[in-house]
């Protein structure tokens, strides 16, 4: 005979009981298996955000990508102005002096070299601190309860023969309390730190330099596109002068035509040649916008920005260099930042040379702490045993290295041949510098040489093609000597424009070869560090 939950009588009570325990027990557990089955989810979704994309055939939106978007939203319109803040006047006609001032100031290549520099003053800081002592102060209190067991012995029955009979167990309770000040001070490590320093001001310097050279850089830089700028605008201009003489040979084939003396493809020629400038003057316009956007771009502003570019002057140019090439490399070799942060980053791996051998030599430091301590104990139900006193000590270590696994070897092998690539390097770099400033003050000389050959160029094709016209419009001239002289003139301007850009630019590039651009005046003699 069975009964079921469903039953009745007093037989049937435990039944009742045990069926409500059990369907207890099973709705406690559905709930424990969703709660922890909810948890899980939970873990996967938050694993879920280190997600890569679920395959290589089209791209993905990572999660909390929305996030980085708007904090990048947020930022462009808090920097409307760029990361300088500083914001140029649409209402000022900027000339090259003043736009190489707010490069100097805006561009944050500067920022960035100034906080190198910075970083590299701190780290000297930090190598000078293993000159000062080790100070620490260390605090600590503690709790123990334990017991010590006490067995009962008896001897016999031989005299040598012993048995535990029984025993007991005596348990104590102990607190301690300490405060000390510990100091450690390296006195003598045969020159390691003192290279060590050597090799962090010889780091400061490359920085520094190398913070000039990024001014000088920049410079150069904006100054090329200031020349770029102005020679794209006065390609407009030849295009614009090239337009419309192409309308004045366009009327006189029609004026021509007539009269029955230009035949219709003359006509159709010249209308191409009218339609070919015209798109050439656009395609010179779209470089000017470019130029423009460069040069604005390169002073560290937003390329937005509106900006006034004073117009460079159209007469011929005149920057001969007062020095002999022999002078402006002489005077580079001792200036350019490249090559001084070279020279330091020699001397900082001589330094690490020295700081590697002051390694195989004994350090000799001095150890000293004092303090306090206090202790109470109860043994069992005894009082409390208290008691402090002051606590100190001090002494002097030898610490003199043996084996390491010729690691100090393998290091000072290294050390010294970053110093031998550190020479070469240096070596390489002058070679490099004679080559840059000779390429620079012949691409200097033949500019100039070019000046006057382009002014002659330029006259002569202007005459030609003012000449073939009016000998056209006589009747005496033909249209393929005209069309012949018109594309010789806009040739010829653009050499001029070509030459005068190409001597700014070759004059600054000497400038920058020989360090020039941006170079600090060197303080008073009074005022020189000794």
């Known amino acids: ?217 920049i410079v150069f830089m904006v100054t090329r596109r200031y020349y770029e700028l102005n020679t794209a605008r006065q390609k407009v201009v030849v295009e614009e002068s090239s337009l419309s003489a192409a309308e004045t040979v366009r009327r006189a084939v029609e004026a021509r035509r007539d009269r029955g003396l230009a035949t219709t493809p003359e006509v159709l020629q010249a209308e191409q040649q009218s339609a070919q400038v015209s798109y050439d003057l656009d395609a010179a316009r779209g470089v000017e916008s470019d130029a423009q956007v460069a040069l604005v771009e390169s002073l560290g502003i937003l390329p937005t920005t509106r900006l006034q570019v004073a117009k460079m002057p159209d007469e011929p140019v005149a920057v001969e260099p007062a020095e002999t090439r022999e002078e402006l490399i002489e005077r580079a070799l001792s200036q350019r930042p490249d090559l001084v942060a070279e020279l330091a980053s020699l001397r900082a791996r001589r330094a690490e040379v020295r700081e590697a051998r002051a390694a195989f030599y004994p350090k000799v430091a001095l150890n000293a702490s004092a303090g306090g301590a206090g202790l109470d104990v109860r043994i069992g139900n005894s009082p409390f045993i208290w008691g402090s006193a002051p606590v100190y000590g001090a002494g002097i270590t030898l610490e003199f290295p043996i084996f390491d696994g010729f690691a100090r070897r393998k290091k000072l092998q290294i050390a010294e041949a970053e110093a031998r690539s550190a020479e070469e390097k240096l070596a390489a770099s002058r070679d490099s510098v004679i080559r840059e400033v000779w390429k620079a003050h012949t691409d200097l000389e033949t500019a100039l040489r070019k000046q006057e050959s382009a002014a002659k160029l330029l006259t002569a094709a202007e005459s030609a093609f003012a000449a073939s016209v009016d000998a056209y419009r006589q009747g005496v001239g033909t249209y393929v000597d005209v069309a012949n002289a018109q594309h010789s003139v806009t040739t010829a301007r653009f050499v001029s424009v070509d030459t005068r850009s190409a001597i700014h630019t070759c004059a600054a590039a000497l400038a920058l070869s020989v360090g020039d651009l941006a170079n600090p005046h060197p303080p008073p003699l009074h005022n020189r560090p000794k």
């Open 1 to 217: 005979m069975t009964a079921d939950c469903a039953g009745r009588g007093p037989a049937l009570d435990g039944v009742r009981r045990r069926c409500t325990l059990n369907r207890q027990f099973i709705s406690t557990g559905a709930g424990a298996v969703a709660f922890l089955s909810s948890i899980l989810l939970g873990f996967l979704a938050w694993a879920g955000a280190d997600d890569v994309p679920p395959s290589p055939q089209k791209a993905w939106y990572p999660r909390n990508l929305g996030d980085y978007e708007a904090e990048l939203a947020r930022e462009a319109r808090q920097n409307s102005a760029g990361a300088s803040g500083i914001q140029a006047d649409p209402n000022i006609v900027y000339d090259l002096p003043a736009l190489i001032d707010i490069a100097e100031r805006s561009n944050p290549q500067t920022r960035i070299a100034w906080e190198r520099a910075r970083q590299a003053a701190a780290a000297v800081g930090l190598s000078q601190s293993a000159y000062f002592p080790y100070l620490a102060a260390s605090a600590g209190a503690a709790y123990e309860h334990a017991f010590m067991p006490f067995p009962t012995f008896q001897q016999g029955p031989g005299p040598k023969e012993v048995s535990i009979t029984g025993g007991g167990s005596l348990a104590f309770d102990a607190a301690e309390v300490n405060g000390t000040i510990l100091m450690k001070w390296l006195l003598l490590d045969f020159g390691q730190r003192k290279a060590s320093v050597t090799a962090a001001r010889e780091g400061l310097m490359a920085a520094n330099v190398g913070f000039n050279g990024v001014h000088q850089q």
